[in-house]
Nanobody
Framework: EVQLVESGGGLVQIGGSLRLSCAASGLTEDDFVISWFRQAPGKEREAVSCFSASDGWTFYADSVKGRFSIAPDNAKTTVNLQMNSLNSEDTAVYYC??????????????????WGHGTQVTVSS
């Protein structure tokens, strides 16, 4: 059974930083991707960043490029999302998602079979 556990959310001031972690267990294939999505109130879930384990390829949404950085630990069982220069538009519930058997960082959430429960990130002034 695949399990994803997010941690690291919280309240931060505008311009501050947070690091989210996604601890994955139960993935059995060498090709897998771990992605971060977020959903703000009244908005659709959107892809934020993704890491492909097979080749180390990463994806970032335009809105977070240059501010967010995704990286796995050595065992690739935990993927961290470092978020810097946070602004109010980053306020959302952040979800970790994973899929295996391929190496594509899809931006469509329906392509991911496994999901964490989400962690709240609130950026305030």
């Amino acid at each position: 059974e695949v399990q994803l556990v997010e941690s690291g959310g919280g309240l931060v001031q505008i311009g501050g930083s947070l690091r989210l972690s996604c601890a994955a267990s139960g993935l059995t294939e060498d090709d897998f991707v771990i992605s971060w999505f977020r959903q703000a109130p009244g908005k659709e879930r959107e892809a934020v960043s993704c890491f492909s384990a097979s080749d180390g390829w990463t994806f970032y949404a335009d809105s977070v490029k240059g501010r967010f950085s995704i990286a796995p630990d050595n065992a690739k069982t935990t993927v961290n999302l470092q978020m810097n220069s946070l602004n109010s538009e980053d306020t959302a519930v952040y979800y970790c998602a994973a899929d295996e058997g391929h190496f594509n960082c899809y931006t469509d959430a329906t392509n991911f079979r496994y999901w964490g429960h989400g962690t709240q990130v609130t950026v305030s002034s």
